[in-house]
């Protein structure tokens, strides 16, 4: 008859082999979570450890733990302490709204510790018309934005000043954010 199931065969029930599969795919992921901690005495680089995989797998290892273990530190992240800035540009302007004096007056204190580095972040706020004129980039605007106040502050901290542009729409400004960085590199004496 059409419809009908068939008979059901002897064995294991199916609860049971999902389950012990489970189980299998839990293990292997505390083995390989284990795997990534450490590898022997020393810290397992993540490069290596894909190299590794890749080559159990079959595919050839592009990486060797020569590669990828890390020849220069990393530099630490920058720690954001203070923050001021220029607001309320003109809609599609970059020209400065207000003087810049009080802002570099502020800037000139920020750096006179050499372990402060600022970061001047131009921002648009996603209108239609909040664009660079000539070719109706908002992107390019926010970096018109953060150039301009990097200028009126680049003479009281040169080669101190990075320029960024924020990913996200909110205010027309330029924001300067004061961050430690660490210790400036020693030269050889």
Do not use: C, H, K, N
């Not at 000139?108 to 018309?129: F, M, N």
């Not at 926010?142 to 000043?161: F, K, T, Y």
């Amino acid at each position: 008859m059409v419809g009908e199931y068939p008979d059901r065969q002897p064995g294991r029930p199916l609860w049971l082999i999902t389950l012990a599969d489970l189980a299998l795919l839990l293990v292997g992921f505390f083995v390989l979570l284990q795997a990534t901690q450490t590898a022997g005495d020393r810290p397992l680089a993540p490069r290596a450890l894909a190299a590794g995989l890749r080559e159990g797998f079959g595919a050839p290892a592009t990486a060797t733990a020569e590669i990828a273990r890390p020849r220069f530190p990393a530099a630490p992240a920058a720690l954001p302490v203070a923050a001021a800035g220029m607001l309320d540009f003109a809609v599609g302007s970059a020209a400065l709204p207000t003087s810049p004096a009080a802002l570099a007056g502020w800037a000139s204190d920020a750096v006179r510790d050499p372990r402060v580095q600022l970061t001047v972040t131009g921002s648009v706020d996603g209108t239609p018309g909040d664009v660079d004129p000539v070719t109706r980039s908002a992107a390019i605007l926010a970096s018109d934005r953060a150039r301009a106040v990097a200028a009126a502050i680049a003479q009281v901290a040169p080669g101190r000043v990075t320029l960024a542009t924020s990913p996200t729409t909110g205010r027309r400004a330029a924001i300067v954010t004061q961050a430690f960085v660490g210790e400036p590199p020693r030269t050889p004496s």
